[in-house]
T-cell receptor, first 113, second 112 residues
């Protein structure tokens, strides 16, 4: 079955620690995305990648970093510089960056205390 | 800038019809999409309108009027499982990249 996996489902960290969220897809999609969702809010774009070895900042990139060394993988690191990291993080992919349909992973709920 | 407006919450009963509106303001526009998200779950794609008019997919239909910068999602024969949040999203060209910009979502509550 093709799809996107994110792990773990729930993650707890202490303030001041960096944490890396995993995202893997086997859909052979070129484009991948990271979104942040806060309670009662829409999805805000953190970073995106149109193709392997390339990525760009989205609307709220401060305090986050990514890599795209393989087509299938797009991990997100939440650094200690992110002022309010507690949120629901969603990874998505699409065939190309112009595709209107994005496929989402199950999400990781990060809690930082 | 970009902005999308949706009602925050809509309530309806099983078997009824409900319409969720979306108005948008974007610097570029390449289509309107709709996504469904159950609590704690991942958004899933429902429908897309690239041109004006109505698109029908089973119980769900979506409409777009580009001249009015307006669209809606129509859900017919409502079922309890339709209780979820619904997001409209516009395809907007950023700096050489077409990204999706999401509205804040409409929470639909379906009661028996």
């Amino acid at each position: 079955d093709g799809g996107i996996t994110q792990s773990p489902k729930y993650l707890f960290r202490k303030e001041g620690q960096n944490v890396t969220l995993s995202c893997e897809q086997n859909l052979n999609h070129d484009a991948m995305y990271w979104y942040r969702q806060d309670p009662g809010q829409g999805l805000r774009l953190i970073y995106y990648s149109q193709i392997v070895n390339d990525f760009q900042k989205g609307d709220i990139a401060e305090g986050y970093s990514v890599s795209r060394e393989k087509k299938e993988s797009f991990p997100l690191t939440v650094t200690s510089a992110q002022k309010n990291p507690t949120a629901f993080y969603l990874c998505a992919s699409s065939l190309t960056d112009g595709s209107h349909e994005q496929y989402f992973g199950p999400g990781t709920r990060l809690t930082v205390t | 800038g970009q902005s999308l407006e949706q009602p925050s919450e809509v309530t309806a009963v099983e078997g009824a019809i409900v319409q969720i509106n979306c108005t948008y303001q974007t610097s570029g526009f390449y289509g309107l999409s709709w996504y469904q998200q159950h609590d704690g779950g991942a958004p899933t794609f429902l429908s897309y309108n690239g041109l004006d008019g109505l698109e029908e997919t089973g119980r769900f239909s979506s409409f777009l009027s580009r001249s009015d910068s307006y669209g809606y999602l129509l859900l017919q024969e409502l079922q309890m499982k339709d209780s979820a949040s619904y997001f409209c999203a516009v395809r907007d060209r950023g700096t050489g990249f077409q990204k999706l910009v999401f509205g804040t979502g409409t929470r639909l509550l379906v009661s028996p």
